[in-house]
């Protein structure tokens, strides 16, 4: 079956930095997909990996380890505005669907 | 920028009606899908279209119907509103091969 598997909420510090693992069973793979979502709000596309290794935007990166099924979303220099709920998301077939996690809420504190 | 447009925000509607969402994107994509989020359950995948008149679908279809009649424009119809039908619904965009989802503004819809 499918699997993609966050934790539900973390809570950091605004200036700190926090990182969201996310891993995933899934029966194919094209790419991981990050998703920020503010409450009552839709997801907006942060970053995306089709490759192992690094990618870097601003103040987010993303990670990704095809072989062991693994992805984090890195946030530096944290801000009152980045509390939300992040999601994971897994390109699982070659017609574009995805296969969503449940989403880790993040709580940043003065 | 991509645009994905819900037709409303906000929808009441009783129960047993037949309900229309409406979703048009300008980008051209050919990937146009759509979503329920519930509290606790995440993103699940009603419905979703490759192309024009093309559909399949996805976990949760049952109670629902799409239509893809032109490129740009995704209904969603809920044939017979009941109230577990209650939910916010994401419509979304992408291309093919390892390209992004991006989402409307969503529908919160209450079924009373």
């Known amino acids: 079956g499918q699997n993609i598997d966050q934790p539900t909420e973390m809570t950091a510090t605004e200036g700190a930095i926090v990182q969201i693992n996310c891993t995933y069973q899934?029966?194919?793979?094209?790419?991981l997909f990050w998703y920020q979502q503010h409450a009552g709000e839709a997801p907006t596309f942060l970053s995306y990996?089709?490759?192992?290794g690094l990618e870097e935007k601003g103040r987010f990166s993303s990670f990704l380890s095809r072989s062991k099924g693994y992805s984090y979303l890195l946030l530096k220099e944290l801000q009152m505005k980045d509390s939300a709920s992040y999601l994971c998301?897994?390109?699982?077939?070659?017609?574009?669907?995805?296969?969503f996690g449940a989403g880790t809420q993040v709580v940043v504190t003065p | 920028d991509v645009k994905v447009t819900q037709s409303s925000r906000y929808l009441v509607k009783r129960t047993g009606e037949k309900v229309f969402l409406e979703c048009v994107q300008d980008?051209?994509?050919?990937?146009m899908f759509w979503y329920r989020q519930d509290p606790g359950l995440g993103l699940r995948l009603i419905y979703f279209?490759?192309?024009?008149?093309?559909?399949e679908k996805g976990d949760i279809p049952e109670g629902y119907s799409v239509s893809r009649e032109k490129k740009e424009r995704f209904s969603l119809i809920l044939e017979s509103a009941s109230t577990n039908q209650t939910s916010m619904y994401l419509c979304?965009?992408?291309?093919?091969?390892?390209?992004?989802?991006?989402f409307g503004d969503g529908t919160r819809l209450s079924i009373l």
């Open positions: 979304a965009s992408g291309g093919q091969g390892a390209k992004p989802q991006h």
């Open positions: 899934t029966s194919g793979f094209n790419g």
């Open positions: 990996n089709v490759l192992d």
């Open positions: 998301a897994v390109e699982s077939d070659s017609w574009g669907k995805f296969q």
């Open positions: 980008m051209d994509h050919e990937n």
């Open positions: 279209s490759y192309d024009v008149k093309m559909k």
